[in-house]
C-alpha cells in the first residue's frame, strides 16, 4: 500500500515511531486508572459498624458488619475503620445501598460502549488528533470535577462521561499509533504494556494514597505532560490524505523524514495522491455494508454470533475480577498490582505461540488455564479451612484465572479479525466490541452479589470460561489462511478468495495482535 511504502521510505521503526508509540500509546498510562478507578473507590472498608443515632453513646452499636441497630430497626449512623477513604465511606453503600456500588461501575462501562461508538465516527470526521486530545483533556477535567462530587448522583454521572472518554482513547489510540509505524513492525503496539504498567502504578497509587477523591486528583493533574504533546503531536498521515488535505500530509512525512534522518522518498506527493484516491473508494466501497453483512449469510453468521459470545464472556469475566479485586483476601494493593502485571507475560506469549501452535490452539489452551483456575477458586474456597492457606491459594488460582481470560483475549482478537473479510471486518470487529461492553456492564454484579463468598461469582466465571473454551473449537484456525477481499468468499455459495491487501482501521493488518481492553 502507498502509505506503507512511504512510512518504510523514511524509517519504518525508528526515532519518529519510538515518539508516536509514546505520545498515542503512552496516554493509556492514565486512562487506564480512570477504567479502573471502582476497582479501589469501590471497595468497603475493613471494618464498619452501625451506631444507633438515637444515642450519644458511641459504642452502643449492634456488631462488626451488621445493619440493623437494634429490634427497634432505628436508622443508623455508619462508622468505618480509617485504613482507607472509598465512596462506600463517603456515601454509606452498605446495607440497603449496597447495590449502589456495582450499578455506578456498570453506568461507567455503558460510558465506555458509548464513547467506543461516538468516536469512531468522530476520528473519521474531525480528524485522529483531535478525536484523541479532546478525549484526553475531557477525562482529566471529569476527574478532577468528580474529586469534589457533593453527591453520589453526581459521581455517577461523572462515572459515565469517564467511562466515555476511556472508550473513545481506546478506539482512537490503536489505529492512530498504526498509521505512523511500518507494516514489519506493527505487532509491537501489542506488545509495549502501557495498560498493564499504568495499572500497575494505580495500585501503588492507591497504597501511598488511600483517597478516592485525592486518586482523582492526582490523575487529572497526570494529564498535563500528555496534554502538552498536542503540540508537537502530528494528524493522521492517512487522514489527511484521504481528506484531500495532501500538503499537510506531506509537512507529516517531512517531520518524520526529518526526526529518523533519513531522505524523503522523491515520489512522496504521487504516492500521497494515490492513497487519497485509493481510501476514497475505499469509503465508497464501506458504505455499502452495514451491520446486516455479517448476519447475511449462514456461513458468517454462526461465526459472528459464536465471536460475540466469545467476546462478551471473556469480557464479563476480565472486568468481573478486575473490579472484584477487594473480595480476594489478602493485600488489597498487592492484589491490585499482581491483576495487573499478570498479563504481561501472557501477552509476550501470545506474540509468538499464535504463529506456532496457531490462533485457536493458542486461544483454547488459555482459555482451559481460566477455566481452572476459575474453578479452582470455587473448590479451595470450599475445602481448605486454614484461612493462612485458602486466602494465598484462592488468590493464586483467580490471578491464574485473569492471566488465562486477559492472554485467550489478546489471541483471539487476531482470529476475530481474520474472520472476516476486508469489506466487513471493520463491522464484524466492532459488533464484538460492543458484545464485549455489555459483558462489561453486567460484569460488576457478578462479585457483589457473592459478597465475600467467592463461590458464586467463580462459580459464574468458570462457567462462562467452559462456554468460550468449548466455542473456540467451533471455528477455523486462521493462521497462514489466505483471508478474503470481499464477501464472496463467506457466503457460502462461492469461496473465490483473495489475498487480503486491505486495511483495519486505517492500516491494521488482519493478523495483528492488539490489546483491546
Not at 455506578?104 to 460510558?111: A, D, E, K, P, R
Not at 486461544?363 to 481460566?370: G, N, R
Not at 457478578?446 to 468449548?470: H, K, R
Request: net charge neutral; charged share 15%; proline share 3%.
Amino acid at each position: 500500500m502507498y502509505s506503507d511504502e512511504i512510512i518504510d521510505g523514511v524509517g519504518g521503526m525508528s526515532k519518529f515511531q519510538i515518539l508516536v508509540l509514546f505520545l498515542f500509546m503512552g496516554p493509556r498510562l492514565i486512562t487506564s486508572w480512570g477504567m479502573l478507578m471502582m476497582s479501589f473507590a469501590g471497595v468497603t472498608p475493613q471494618l464498619w459498624w452501625c451506631v444507633n443515632e438515637m444515642t450519644s453513646d458511641a459504642g452502643n452499636y449492634t456488631g462488626l458488619k451488621q445493619c440493623s441497630a437494634g429490634d427497634n430497626n432505628t436508622s443508623c449512623s455508619y462508622v468505618y475503620s480509617k485504613e482507607k477513604n472509598t465512596v462506600v465511606s463517603e456515601w454509606d453503600f452498605v446495607c440497603d445501598r449496597a447495590g449502589i456500588r456495582p450499578f455506578i461501575t456498570s453506568v461507567q462501562m455503558g460510558g465506555v460502549l458509548l464513547g467506543a461508538l461516538l468516536s469512531g465516527q468522530s476520528a473519521d470526521v474531525i480528524g485522529r488528533k483531535k478525536t484523541f486530545y479532546i478525549s484526553l483533556l475531557l477525562h482529566g477535567g471529569f476527574n478532577l470535577v468528580a474529586a469534589f462530587s457533593v453527591s453520589w448522583q453526581m459521581f455517577i454521572v461523572l462515572r459515565f462521561l469517564i467511562g466515555a472518554m476511556v472508550g473513545s482513547n481506546l478506539v482512537v489510540s490503536y489505529p492512530y499509533s498504526m498509521e505512523f509505524i511500518g507494516k514489519s513492525w506493527r505487532q509491537m503496539t501489542s506488545v509495549v504494556p502501557f495498560w498493564q504498567v499504568g495499572s500497575a502504578l494505580f495500585a501503588l497509587s492507591c497504597w501511598l494514597r488511600p483517597d478516592w477523591s485525592d486518586l482523582h486528583i492526582i490523575l487529572a493533574a497526570l494529564h498535563v505532560p500528555f496534554l502538552a504533546c498536542w503540540f508537537v503531536a502530528p494528524e493522521s498521515l492517512r487522514w489527511l490524505a484521504v481528506h484531500g488535505k495532501l500538503e499537510e500530509a506531506e509537512k507529516v512525512v517531512d517531520q518524520m523524514a526529518r526526526y529518523n534522518k533519513r531522505e524523503k522518498p522523491a515520489n512522496t506527493a504521487i504516492l500521497l495522491k494515490k492513497l487519497s484516491e485509493e481510501e476514497k473508494k475505499g469509503k465508497e466501497s464501506y458504505h455499502k455494508y452495514n451491520y446486516l453483512d455479517i448476519y447475511r449469510h449462514w456461513n458468517i453468521c454462526w461465526k459472528s454470533l459464536v465471536i460475540q459470545v466469545i467476546w462478551m464472556c471473556m469480557s464479563f469475566s476480565f472486568y468481573g475480577i478486575t473490579f472484584g479485586v477487594g473480595s480476594l483476601m489478602g493485600n488489597l494493593y498487592l492484589n491490585m498490582f499482581l491483576v495487573s502485571v499478570i498479563a504481561v507475560p501472557g501477552t509476550v506469549m501470545v506474540f509468538f505461540l499464535t504463529s506456532r501452535i496457531g490462533r485457536r490452539w493458542t486461544t483454547f489452551s488459555f482459555f482451559t488455564v481460566a477455566t481452572i483456575g476459575a474453578f479452582g477458586v470455587v473448590i479451595v474456597s470450599r475445602v481448605v479451612s486454614s484461612d493462612d492457606i485458602r486466602g494465598p491459594a484462592t488468590t493464586t488460582m483467580a490471578l491464574m484465572c485473569r492471566l488465562g481470560v486477559a492472554t485467550a483475549w489478546n489471541s483471539f482478537q487476531t482470529t476475530t479479525s481474520e474472520t472476516y473479510p476486508t469489506v466487513t471486518r471493520n463491522l464484524g470487529y466492532g459488533a464484538a466490541n460492543t458484545a464485549a461492553r455489555v459483558g462489561s456492564i453486567v460484569s460488576p454484579y457478578a462479585f457483589a452479589m457473592g459478597g465475600e463468598d467467592l463461590l458464586p461469582p467463580f462459580v459464574i466465571v468458570g462457567s462462562t470460561m467452559v462456554v468460550c473454551t468449548l466455542l473456540t473449537l467451533l471455528l477455523p484456525e486462521t493462521n497462514n489462511t489466505v483471508l478474503a477481499d470481499t464477501t464472496e468468499g463467506t457466503s457460502g455459495s462461492r469461496y473465490t478468495l483473495h489475498r487480503d491487501v486491505g486495511s483495519v482501521s486505517g492500516g491494521k493488518k488482519a493478523n495483528d495482535s492488539s490489546v483491546e481492553i
